[in-house]
């Protein structure tokens, strides 16, 4: 990944903190490691633990940020939050997976946020 898709990505994950905490969600931790890979943000929010997978852009010629979570990448993100609630002794817990897709003009300033609750689900498949 190049430099600058890590900005606009840090920048995105800033926002989208923002933005969860203006709505009311409590934010645990930023950038939680697992054996799996990263979770961008692990909050909580009426009884739930939300797993948060935020995606930024700066253009919309490949269509809006969410769309680049493709199946694969659904399957991850599952697999980081069973790994994470495992670790945490949290597996029993009431817990979902959202996207916060943000939408960057060329000052890197949010143009647009769209969130997605319980966006990725465990279809057995």
Do not use: C
């Amino acid at each position: 990944m190049g430099r600058e898709n890590k900005d606009i990505g840090k920048r995105g994950e800033d926002i989208a903190r923002h933005y969860l905490i203006a709505k009311g969600y409590k934010v645990i931790e930023s950038n939680a490691r697992t054996p799996f890979g990263e979770i961008d943000i692990v909050a909580r929010q009426k009884g739930f633990i939300v797993f948060v997978e935020v995606k930024s852009r700066l253009s919309d010629s490949l269509g809006p940020p969410y769309l680049s979570i493709t199946r694969k990448k659904m399957a991850h993100i599952i697999r980081n939050s069973l790994s994470y609630l495992k670790r945490k002794g949290l597996y029993w817990s009431s817990w979902r997976i959202d996207i916060v897709s943000v939408k960057l003009n060329n000052r890197y300033q949010a143009e647009n946020i769209e969130h997605f609750e319980n966006a990725v689900q465990d279809n057995g498949q």
